[in-house]
């Protein structure tokens, strides 16, 4: 069974830092895309960042230049480094990947995490 495990999660002051992380376990064949999405109360849930698996990374605009997402195959994770956090960043994180399961002859299934809070106080 494949799962998506999220930490990092927290309380952080505004302007301050916080790397979340994401692994991915169980038996599957390839990791596609990754990325992370945030979500807060009656609202839907948005992208922050992604890295395909060529390393081609996009950033929402509200983050870009402030967020890196990065990824090591090896580890089968996925991070992401939020620096210059503002209040506007409070929101629960939710980890994302695209995944063939059984070979290159499957289609890429979609995986959540259970999610993060970040909590940025000003």
């Known amino acids: 069974q494949v799962r998506l495990v999220e930490s990092g999660g927290g309380l952080v002051q505004a302007g301050g830092s916080l790397r979340l992380s994401c692994a991915a376990s169980g038996s599957f064949f390839r990791i596609n895309d990754m990325g992370w999405y945030r979500q807060t109360p009656g609202k839907q849930r948005d992208l922050v960042a992604r890295?395909?698996?060529?390393?081609?990374?996009t950033y929402a605009d509200s983050v870009n230049g402030r967020f890196t997402i990065s990824r090591d195959y090896a580890k089968r994770t996925v991070d992401l480094q939020m620096n210059s956090l503002n209040a506007e960043d409070t929101a629960v994180y939710y980890c994302?990947?695209?995944?063939?399961?059984?070979?290159?002859?499957?289609?890429?299934?979609?995986?959540w995490g259970q999610g993060t809070q970040v909590t940025v106080s000003s």
């Open positions: 890295i395909s698996s060529g390393d081609i990374t």
């Open positions: 994302n990947a695209w995944i063939r399961v059984r070979g290159w002859s499957s289609t890429p299934d979609e995986y």
